[in-house]
């Protein structure tokens, strides 16, 4: 079974009010916000990755998700895989450069010994503010907007892994900057709000469906960098790479039609009533690529 | 390193003050008590073990936890690595058991794929009653209590892995039960609480050493179920096997001196000032034994 189905399992069984029926990222109890994300080895990074910057995005991603509901880190809880001394001391360092970055103090956590590959965990606690944005609460005309760039990352990836490139893209990739001041700002004026993690496509995809509408997308309008487009071009081949790349941690989120958001941002769609995804490119209906992102799946 | 040289190491990161310097197996967030515990295929469980027992596990050793400061569950979030389909299923049923038997719904986590051997993932939250009993907290004179059963579980291993024994055995190792019941009512009166999971001697030494004392236990008073003795004997042998085994999610506590306990337990031994664990059998010392329990090292 892939995610979806396993969620949708976990649905059968005794759930807390604050899981929302796990239709989205984070779980609520009273004003704080819970979240809980997962990086392995071989599937969210590389084995060739430092291990200081893995401690980075450990603790980054799982911000980003406390970003996309307005809320502020509280603390941490850390699921670590001992390894070899080098890489635990680097990991350590890049976890404290993070903490002290981010502001997110670790509370507690596990530590064990396994072989194999490293799955790392984090949980990751944040204070809301009055009004938490739901991933399902998009509706038909709303407009949908993105904070941050989207793209950078899979490029930085395929730097990571030996083609040649410019440093912004693989720190894009490597040490992502979860947009929590934005989202705080965000989550009093936005219907619905989710992070970019998997890809665009995909996430704003799952975005409409959650809130009963469907979404068209143009990639002309897509928040790409100066970096991305010299390094990648502008075709629209290009275009759907940064659409569907993932690990970008921006922030996806819906307005009413006629407001402006209160934080840098760029307009790349609008919700409707027609159900499914639609993507156009400067106007011209555009087929959808094979994978809208990333989903993970049973061996 | 070793799991303690990481804790070391994390203490000179940013941590929250409900951390509590990273001395419990818990941390503190107002009136939230949180824990993360990991079980990984291999190490924690074998890979021949029933999908769902594991899942019991996994949801009652955090839950065991919870127990040891006076929690009541409130709700927990899963790490889970997709597997194959029948094992993802079982998995489910098990930990639907366990949620509706222990009383700890689903609040939300995360889903990934990842090859290997499997390492599962929980972050349970409790909510605490007035009183907090914490790891360092005994003191000389107080007087060491077990409530539960200590070494069933490490002969359920041997059975698990092939032996004959009886399934009494087996289930104390698969799928223990946590002593929330009694762990609320102890957490009023015991001045230090934890729960037994790497074995009775190194976990009654390191309570003793947060609380800065010493300790001395005497093997002839552990408390052993009727099972364990018609399996394994009653022997010296047989009582350090018991008192090291681990996996029992006993609590040990402390009682000053001349207090009786309010559940069910037995008086094990006896804090004092000379820095140390001693062990004794019907008042002969005893040698400490190479493994006190179980440790979590680097490969």
Chains 1, 2 share one sequence.
Not at 52 to 64: P, Y
Not at 114 to 127: E, H, Q, Y
Not at 248 to 261: C, E
């Amino acid at each position: 079974m892939n995610e979806a189905d396993f969620i949708a399992a976990l649905r059968g069984l005794p759930l807390h009010a604050g899981a929302g029926d796990l239709t989205d990222d984070t779980a609520r109890l009273g004003d704080l916000i819970l979240t809980k994300d997962l990086i392995a080895e071989g599937v969210h990074y590389l084995p060739i990755d430092p291990p200081g910057d893995v401690a980075w995005k450990l603790m980054a991603v799982n911000l980003s998700d406390l970003a996309a509901k307005g809320a502020a880190p509280v603390g941490a809880l850390l699921g670590y895989p001992l390894g070899d001394d080098e890489w635990d001391h680097a990991f350590l360092t890049g976890l404290g450069d993070a903490a002290m970055a981010l502001g997110c103090p670790l509370l507690g956590g596990d530590t064990i010994r396994v072989d194999g590959p490293r799955t790392l965990s984090l949980t990751a606690i944040g204070r809301a503010g009055p009004h938490v944005p739901l991933r399902r609460g998009a509706r038909p005309r709303d407009r949908l907007w993105v904070a941050g760039i989207v793209g950078d990352a899979a490029l930085g990836l395929s730097i990571a892994r030996g083609q040649a490139g410019p440093d912004a893209l693989l720190n894009a990739y490597r040490r992502p900057i979860p947009l929590l001041g934005e989202g705080r700002v965000l989550a009093s004026v936005a219907t619905a709000m989710m992070d970019v993690s998997d890809g665009l496509l995909i996430d704003a995809d799952r975005m409409a469906t959650a809130s009963g509408c469907g979404v068209t997308i143009d990639l002309s309008a897509l928040p790409r960098s100066p970096a991305a487009i010299a390094h990648d071009g502008d075709s629209r081949a290009a275009r759907l790479r940064a659409a569907t790349g993932g690990d970008d941690y921006a922030l996806l989120f819906a307005l009413p039609d006629g407001v402006a958001p209160p934080v840098d941002a760029r307009c790349i769609g609008a919700f409707g009533h027609a159900p499914g995804l639609h993507v156009t490119d400067s106007g011209t209906p555009v087929g959808l690529p094979e994978n809208l992102g990333w989903v993970h799946a049973s061996r």
